[in-house]
Structures are given as C-alpha cells and as structure tokens.
C-alpha cells in the first residue's frame, strides 16, 4: 500500500506580485492497480461488458500524431499503457509541450462533448496501447443503453 498526499493550492497577491502556494491537505494510504488495465474502471460489472462493445483497442508506435490541432473532435482515449504528449503549436512554427499523459490518463472528452475543434496536437511519445470511443460510439451508446451512457 502506498501513501498519497494531495495538495490544496491558493494564489495570493502582494505588492503587485503573484505567488503561488501550495500545502499538503490530506493524505491517504490506498493500492493502484498497476499497471492499468481496462477493467479497472469504476463500473457496474454488466456496464463493464457494454462499454467494452463500444470500444476500439489500438496501438501506435512512437511519433504517432493521434490528434492534430484544429481538427475535429470524433473520438475520446484511454490510455492502457505507453505515453502521449499534448502540444500547442504555433504559428511561428514552434510548439509548447503542456502535458504529458501516462495510463490511466483519459482524453479527448472535451473537445467530443462540446463537438469542438482540437486544441492541441496529441503526438505519442512512447508505444502506445490505447482505447478509443467514436462520437459514432457514444450517439449509439446513449441510445442503446442510456444507462450506460449516464453511468459512464
């Protein structure tokens, strides 16, 4: 078992200065599964079995480019095992790495939700092993199994 601490930030203001602070809030012993695996997620076992319908299982090597920026949102991920990371890029050409994401990390839902364009570029840094759900996929999920969907 291993102990995890989680933290309450707070930003303050002082003499026109921002200063960012940050305290231990609480801590708790808890076991992760790892590595992840997709049954770990917190569902009824029979919307377990459903969810995984609506799934597709993937792979990419690494330099993938799973999402370009600006383009259109169809799909959400979750991440079984590898590394991706989200970049900005910028019209100068460069880009701002700004997050990195490892299993367990869920992405994309945003962008699916609110049927918004792709605001970074999400290239994979490592093999990956992933799972996708299509805007296809969850249209047919919500009215197949609203309860699914609602639990989900």
Known sequence: MKKY?????WTTVSNGARMKYSRPKTSVSMTLPSPFNINSIALHPDHFKKLMTYLE???VDEGFCLIRQGAPARFLYFIESGEFTAQLELEEGETIRFRTMRPWSIFGEIGLCRKIPRVS????SKPNTFYRLSDTSLKKMETEGPGLSIAF
């Open 121 to 124: 570029s999400v290239i994979a």
């Open 5 to 9: 601490t989680f933290f309450q930030t």
């Open 57 to 59: 299982k993937l792979e």
